[in-house]
């Protein structure tokens, strides 16, 4: 007997069939409807360009969303960094091609529209600002390390350092607000003067400066100290104006001999100079005769901190080498200032003292001389001397850039048609300006301090009122006092002390027991100690009106420049 499917049967199965299709046919089609894009829309994510194919993507959303799976519509999708994982509240960057009107969405279909060029990027999210892509947009106030030119002390604080909340609002958390000035609290564990120091790593809170005076017999008639410097101890370099030559002390904190060298050949008393040097030790640097040649050389003697001599060097060229300057540059090496023949040579030394260039300072006047003042600063070299100017020698203030070129010079007639004026000293101060040790000569020769701003524009000028007194060596003491060194009447070590603005606060002389005579401070003897003082060397001796017999004497002083008992 046959069997089959009865046609009642069939129909029902044909009918249920095409149920069954339509119904899949309409849900397939709904799927594909909704994963479209809906641009223009509140967006739980944004999209902002950064061109060259960068977009970066913030979620705005409550919980992580995967950046990689992210959709566009008119540019490729490449991918994003990391995981692709965008926990809320952040962002991530992801890369991309195309450029154009794109819109990018994601599973929930909330899409965001932007535009970008390609290559700088342009516009914005719709959905507007983005905290975190360190654009200040809309109502932030600041963004990531956007602070928009604010700092601590324009939002109304002494000092510390601005940052910025994941919320763009200003962190204002690390600024300080000063409420003792100087600190005086020097052991509560606070900054109370903002100044970045606590108690007693604060120079407020250290006790006086420790005051004392030494004398030093190098076994010559006459010494010339010309410079010191501060090596965790103090080195200090003389002229022994004999055939011995040249004497060089190390001394220790309290001004106790250390070591001693004597070079063979005088260094001369205008022609030498000692630095620190980074990592320890020191160099020194004096002038010889070459009895061959005939002209002055430039001789460098390298020590370690306990005096042992690490190298030495000569430099000699086609003509006389008067230098009397000598810094540290901070890539290793050293640059030494120096006069020939009306021009002054700015000489850079690698870290062996062998010549690597000569600056030459070239002005349209034709006499100009180097005063014993160059420093180094951040972007490049500051130097004083004197200039001919229309008959007048005037001071010569000039900065150059690390390459020599003249960045500003600083001319300043002081004494028109009476004599010269003269610059001798430099340092440069905590504010960003320079202080210079100075000669007037109106109504006879007076020491004299300027200061000129970063631009080398003037700010204050200030002299003495005792004629026959020379400004050559100055220092910047630890709460922005100057102290200016020099001569007095023309016979004595003699020092001003100016407050910061450059007014007159107090004078100091010097003594010694048993002398009579202490010589000009000259422009690289006098320096800021790490105590708060500050410290010269400088020709100590008995006159007798015939004969000055003198030898080295270093002086330690407090925070006014006062010798103490």
């Given amino acids: 007997m046959r069997h089959g499917i009865s046609p009642i049967v069939a129909v029902v199965l044909l009918i249920a069939i095409a149920v069954i299709a339509a119904v899949g046919l309409y849900f397939w089609t709904a799927g594909l409807a909704t994963k479209q894009p809906v641009p223009n829309t509140p ?44 926990p809320a509240g952040q962002q991530i960057l992801c890369n991309y091609s195309g450029s154009g009107n794109i819109v990018v969405y994601g599973a929930d279909n909330v899409g965001t529209t ?16 983005v905290c975190g892509n360190n654009i200040v947009e809309g109502t932030e106030s600041c963004d990531g390390t956007n602070l928009s030119s604010q700092t601590c002390i324009t939002r109304g604080h002494t000092n510390g350092t601005l940052a910025c909340f994941g919320n763009c609002t200003f962190n204002e958390t690390t600024c300080c607000d000063a409420t003792q000035t100087p600190e005086t609290s020097c052991a509560d564990g606070l900054d109370n003067d903002c100044d970045g120091l606590v108690d007693g790593a604060d120079p407020d809170c250290a006790g006086p400066a420790v005051t004392w005076k030494h004398l030093f017999d ?11 410097a501060e090596t965790g101890s103090y080195v200090t370099i003389s002229d022994k ?11 220790d904190s309290n001004g106790g001999l250390s070591w001693s060298d004597t070079w063979p050949r005088r260094c001369f008393s205008s022609y030498s100079s000692v630095v620190r040097v980074t990592g320890g030790g020191s160099l020194a640097m004096g002038q010889f005769m070459n009895s061959t040649s005939g002209f002055y050389e430039m001789y460098l003697q390298r020590y370690d901190g306990s005096g042992n001599k690490l190298w030495s060097n000569t430099l000699a060229t086609s003509h006389h080498m008067y ?15 120096c006069n020939y023949n009306g021009n002054i040579d700015i000489m850079k030394l690698g870290s062996n003292g062998a010549l690597v260039g000569t600056f030459t300072y070239d002005a349209a006047d034709d006499a100009y001389t180097l005063g014993g003042g160059l420093i180094k600063i951040t972007d490049g070299y500051v130097f004083t001397g004197r200039i001919v100017q229309a008959g007048d020698s005037n001071v010569l203030v000039v900065k150059l850039n690390n390459a020599g070129g003249v960045v500003w010079e600083t001319t300043l007639n002081l004494s028109p048609g009476v004599g010269s004026d003269y610059a001798y000293g430099v340092t440069e101060l905590s504010d960003g300006g320079f202080a210079i040790a100075a000669k007037f000569s109106q109504a006879g020769d007076k020491a ?41 009447n023309s016979q004595y070590a003699y020092t001003w002390l100016l407050d910061s603005n450059g007014n007159f606060l ?27 003082g500050f410290v010269f060397a400088d020709q100590t001796g008995f006159d007798d009106g015939m004969d000055l017999i003198s030898d080295v004497g270093v002086y330690k002083l407090n925070e006014t420049g006062g010798q103490g008992s």
């Fill in 114 to 129: 932007f535009f970008d060029d390609g290559s700088t990027g342009g516009g914005g999210p719709t959905g507007g600002p």
């Fill in 241 to 251: 104006a004999g055939p011995d030559g040249c004497w060089v002390g190390g001394l």
């Fill in 506 to 532: 107090t004078s100091n002389s010097y003594t010694y027991p048993g002398k009579n005579f202490i010589g000009e401070i000259r422009p690289g003897a006098l320096i800021p100690t790490s105590d708060r």
């Fill in 43 to 86: 967006a739980s994510i944004t999209a902002t360009p950064l061109g060259s194919g960068k977009v970066l993507i913030a979620n705005l959303g409550q919980s992580p969303i995967n950046a990689s799976a992210l959709q566009a519509v008119g540019a490729t999708w490449v991918g994003c960094t990391g995981t692709g994982i965008v």
């Fill in 323 to 337: 230098c009397n300057s000598l810094v540290e540059t901070g890539d290793g090496g050293f640059t030494a200032g």
């Fill in 218 to 228: 190098t076994g010559s008639v006459s010494e010339y100290p010309m410079a010191i």
């Fill in 448 to 488: 004299a301090a300027l200061k000129l701003n970063s631009g080398g524009g003037t700010v204050w000028i200030w002299n003495s009122t005792t004629s026959s007194s020379y400004g050559k060596a100055i220092a910047e003491g630890y709460d922005g006092k100057i102290l200016l060194g020099g001569l007095y």
